[in-house]
């Protein structure tokens, strides 16, 4: 038997084949929009991280300007613009190692924690992980700092006085993938030992060789240091190595006359 639909019902029976594939559609380009939503929120979150660590990476970092001091009273500023290499004089060589020497060889119970800081500062990694080292070798500067100030009254003291530098000589280096200059350098220079009451004890004065090599550290290492960091190594120099020995000659050079 034959059916006859009339226009209407042919309109409707179309209309419901069509609307499975209608929904279907929908559901695609509703997947689609949910993707794409998903899509923007993660870049607005990256986006956001990123500017946070950009911001972060500016509050630390720092544009470094030195001040030549003269003597007679004037000062000549000195930017540190991008690519310079700074240019020292040996002056400021010698007196930051001045500081080392005297934070790291000297023994004040008063100041003996903050010393041993000062000298952390001018220690290339491996240096510094050996002077805090509480294994066999290691200094252990904590305990040995902790341990002077315990007994202030019964610890010798050290002082430290400068004799004369003899900056030898430099050879090519490479720090990671960065090419740099290592300098050596023989510090003579004299420690007193004195008792508690500050008598000085026998045989406590000795002649002392420190025996180094160091670098300066670039700009971009600079940079990120701290302000009170900078304070104490202004000119950012790293020892790489060096140990001390007793002056066999005693002094008696030409140079030390």
């Known amino acids: 038997m034959s059916v006859v639909m009339d226009e209407a019902a042919q309109k409707r029976a179309d209309s419901n084949s069509k609307l499975p594939a209608e929904k279907a559609a929908w559901r695609v380009l509703n997947n689609k929009l949910w993707i794409f939503a998903i899509f923007l929120l993660l870049v607005c979150v990256f986006q956001n991280w990123n ?5 972060k990476e500016a509050m630390h970092t720092k544009e470094l300007v030195w001040i030549k001091m003269g003597p007679d009273g004037s000062a000549t500023v000195d930017e540190f613009t991008p690519g310079d290499k700074p240019i ?3 002056a400021s060589v010698d007196g930051v190692l ?6 790291r060889y000297g023994v004040q119970p008063e100041t003996i924690r903050k010393d041993y ?12 992980t050996e002077f805090l080292s509480t294994q066999p070798g290691g200094f ?26 003899d ?23 004299t420690t007193t030992t004195k008792s508690p009451s500050g008598l000085v004890m026998k045989d406590g ?4 060789i420190w025996r180094g090599q160091w670098r300066l550290l670039p700009k971009e290492a ?13 000119i950012g120099l790293e020892i790489i190595q060096a140990d001390v020995i007793e002056d066999p000659a005693g002094y008696k050079s030409e140079e030390a006359k």
């Open 117 to 128: 800081g000062v000298a952390g500062v001018f220690m290339s990694e491996p240096m510094y």
């Open 98 to 103: 001045e500081k080392y020497l005297t934070a």
């Open 222 to 234: 600079l940079e990120k240091k701290s302000t009170a960091w900078l304070r104490a190594n202004p």
């Open 205 to 208: 004065v000795k002649k002392m």
């Open 167 to 189: 900056h030898y000589d430099s050879v090519p280096g490479v720090f990671g993938k960065q090419k740099g200059e290592v300098f050596r350098s023989n510090i003579y220079f």
């Open 51 to 55: 500017n946070r660590q950009a911001f």
């Open 140 to 165: 252990n500067a904590l305990q040995r700092a902790v341990d002077v100030q315990a007994n202030t009254n019964s610890v010798p003291r050290v002082e430290v006085k400068w004799g004369f530098p």
């Open 88 to 90: 020292f004089y040996r």
